[in-house]
């Protein structure tokens, strides 16, 4: 079984994420796309008052909608408490998952506003001995950005979200850029949409729409 996990705060997961996710499944012949929302990520601060708990939910009820197996949410970044680093993450799923992968390694997902600066991660080169690298594409360039406004805060040397571009050519990792859709969506966005009582009824899965509403996250 091909496995490929797909990490991040999902603060909520939006279309772009299952867009990626299914373009991993569809394009690159992977059985698994395993969602690890993060707990406390190294490289921001995640504003508001939705907890780890409720993001981990909305993430479970999308992959229960779907009913085909294709995508899985795994709690283990917020099980394990404190700073979630992906290096220990992999190693763990490595081992969780051992049965399953045959002997393959794990892939793991990321957008190439994060890439940008994946050389700052803890334990980057662990990182690709334990999964191959799949990069996803965000945004055409940064100057599409220019007029919105990300309300995550960047920690330590993180410049933060889509404030780095990236470069293909000078990324000295091992990788698969993803040739997938450009859908310009962002979770700040949508919780800003939420807050202002804003149209997000299409920028997000069914199921999380509902679970938003439900519990009256965001706004």
């Known amino acids: 079984m091909k496995i490929a996990v797909f990490g991040g705060s ?3 997961l939006h279309i772009s994420h299952a867009m990626f996710a299914d373009t991993v499944i569809k394009e690159l012949g992977y059985d698994k796309v395993i969602f690890v929302p993060t707990y406390i990520p190294p490289h921001k601060i995640i504003e508001g008052t939705v907890t780890a708990a409720q993001r981990y939910e909305m993430i479970k009820d999308f992959c ?31 081992q969780k998952y051992k049965k399953q992968l045959n002997g393959e390694k794990l892939a793991f997902v990321m957008g190439d506003e994060v890439a940008a600066e994946f050389c ?28 919105t406004v990300y309300d995550n ?9 889509f404030c780095v571009q990236f470069d293909l050519k000078s990324f000295k990792y091992p990788c698969t850029y993803m040739n997938n859709p450009i859908l310009p969506v962002s979770s700040t966005e949508i919780r800003a949409r939420v807050k202002e009582n804003k149209s997000f009824r299409y920028l997000v899965p069914a199921a999380v729409y509902k679970y938003i509403k439900k519990h009256n996250l965001y706004v």
């Not at 805060?153 to 979200?161: A, C, L, V």
């Open 10 to 12: 999902f603060n909520p």
């Open 64 to 94: 229960k909608s779907e009913k085909n197996g294709h995508f899985d949410v795994d709690s283990c970044e917020i099980d394990r408490g404190g700073v979630s680093y992906t290096s220990d993450t992999l190693e763990f799923l490595s």
């Open 120 to 147: 700052k991660w803890r334990n980057p080169e662990k990182i690709v001995s334990l999964a191959d690298l799949i990069i996803t594409h965000r945004y055409p360039d940064l100057r599409a950005l220019e007029k």
């Open 153 to 161: 805060k960047p920690t330590g040397e993180y410049k933060g979200d």
